[in-house]
């Protein structure tokens, strides 16, 4: 069962609403390869790191941010492998879930805008332990800042510190973005920091 932007949310429990997901096949016959829905939250999520969408090798292996990006994301974050994939206090959920497929142009289709709409709010709804959501890139900026968002990813990232408590948008950890990190050296001399002690915060509590 899924809902329309504007319907209610039904409260089915997050073990039921995860098996829905996982066999969702909405977009069967528009993504090569099929679709294979990877989310990975549990009742404890307390920080919800949400990205783009799976690439070719997280489809691959079912793990989120398997991967060169997810090498650099759990260094941003101050964690390791283990860590990441084993405390219950980390949860992941990508705009969409599944591998949108490689663009012949370069990088990988963007994600569909069918999955936050079908899922995105029910799958939230049931996750209200989690304290703080790191907004990957800028299709997770715009899906939650809506207006809230500069006039580009730089500029939302640059605005960290208006977004609250609650939301921390990051620039995504593709090796891709590696000249932005050079370009913009306040990123790490003044945000991962400030993510490496709101982690290390809540492992530790």
Not at 29 to 43: E, I, K, Q, W
Not at 46 to 54: E, K
Not at 163 to 169: N, T, V
């Amino acid at each position: 069962m899924s809902v329309t932007p504007d319907s209610p949310v039904p409260d089915r429990g997050l073990e039921t609403l995860l098996a829905e997901i996982s066999a969702c096949r909405a977009c069967a016959g528009d993504l090569v390869p099929d679709p294979r829905p990877v989310v990975r939250v549990s009742p404890e999520t307390r920080l919800l790191i949400c990205g783009q969408a799976p690439g070719r090798l997280v489809h691959e292996t079912g793990l989120p941010f398997n991967d060169p990006s997810g090498v650099r994301l759990r260094q941003w974050m101050g964690i390791d492998r283990e860590t990441f994939y084993g405390h219950p206090a980390i949860g992941v959920a990508a705009m969409a879930f599944c591998f949108p497929g490689t663009n012949p142009k370069g990088g990988d289709f963007p994600p569909p805008a069918r999955c936050a709409q079908l899922w995105r709010r029910q799958l939230l709804a049931q996750l209200p332990k989690v304290e703080l959501t790191l907004l990957v890139g800028s299709y997770a900026q715009a899906w939650a800042l809506g207006a809230g968002r500069k006039a580009n990813m730089t500029e939302t990232v640059a605005a960290w510190s208006e977004y609250g408590a609650g939301i921390l948008p990051l620039p995504h950890p593709s090796w891709r973005n590696t000249a932005w990190l050079k370009r913009n050296p306040w990123f790490e001399a003044e945000v991962t920091p400030y993510l490496r002690q709101r982690v290390e915060d809540m492992l530790r509590s």
